[in-house]
């Protein structure tokens, strides 16, 4: 099992990576430490994968006693969609079936003790923090395209946060492994040029355009590439041709 380089301001947390914001803690979990099998091996985290249900449900456990915090998850639909997480919203959702899941594709919270959660396999997570509340999007090239950050920072600012703010950017797919139709690269024509390039896309440079284009100037990236990094480390869905579990982004006010 390979061992994966990292840079400050990550660090590790047993199996998963975490960076500490001036108001959040932030953490990106792999696909290490759970007890599913086969191609879902080993912490996955999607309910909606074929996956084992009891399998999900405890390692979704673990991953609460580990970090000591309440996850709250939606159901995401590759959108702008961000909604509130409060602990009545958790608790619903946590008691749902996965049909009726809240469908959104970012969370935000007041609240200490929650941690909104997105899942990825090969999509971008993105935390979000200022003084009064954090939020974690689900950023793939439909969401960016949507207009998913700035939905995450209007709900931060109508929540009250008055300050800077800050983000963080975990794993993903790399502009190294990339390559997208031409319809894709269409949808960022008004981004700047080197978004695009060689058939490729990088969504990182996408999401700190439009981070910065949303008033947040201080971005952290992790840098790492869900398709060709070691493959026990992340779940791929392009990688894996759509049987694949997922990994997490997950924040908490600190």
Same mark, same amino acid.
């Given at each position: 099992m390979a061992t994966t380089p990292l840079s400050e301001p990550f660090y590790r947390v047993d199996e998963h990576f975490a960076t500490d914001l001036p108001t959040a803690r932030v953490v990106f979990t792999t696909r290490r430490g759970g007890t599913s099998?086969?191609?879902?091996e080993s912490l996955n985290l999607?309910?909606?994968t074929d996956d084992r249900p009891d399998a999900v449900a405890g390692n979704r456990a673990r991953l609460e006693d580990e970090l000591a915090v309440s996850l709250g998850f939606t159901?995401?639909?590759?959108?702008?969609?961000v909604r509130e997480l409060t602990p009545a919203s958790a608790e619903r959702d946590r008691a749902a079936e996965p049909g009726a899941l809240t469908r959104a594709d970012g969370q935000f919270t007041t609240h200490r003790g929650l941690a909104p959660a997105v899942l990825t396999?090969?999509?971008? $997570?993105?935390?979000?923090?200022g003084d009064r509340a954090v939020a974690m999007l689900h950023a793939g090239w439909k969401g960016l395209a949507t207009g998913v950050i700035a939905s995450g920072v209007a709900?931060?600012?109508a929540a009250g946060v008055e300050?800077?703010?800050?983000?963080?950017?975990?794993p993903g797919a790399g502009p190294c492994c990339y390559e997208v139709g031409e319809e894709v690269h269409r949808a960022f024509a008004d981004r700047p040029g080197d978004v695009s390039r060689d058939g490729h896309l990088?969504?990182?440079?996408? $999401?700190?355009?439009?981070l910065a284009a949303a008033g947040v100037t201080d971005v952290?990236?992790?840098?790492?590439?869900?398709?060709?990094s070691d493959p026990s480390l992340f779940f791929s869905h392009r990688r894996d041709r759509g049987i694949t579990g997922r990994q997490a982004g997950i924040a908490w006010l600190s």
């Open positions: 099998e086969g191609p879902y999607g309910r909606l159901h995401q639909i590759h959108g702008p969609e396999a090969d999509c971008l $997570a993105i935390a979000v923090a709900a931060l600012r300050g800077a703010l800050s983000a963080a950017i975990g990088d969504l990182p440079a996408i $999401a700190r355009y439009d952290v990236e992790i840098g790492l590439c869900t398709i060709c």
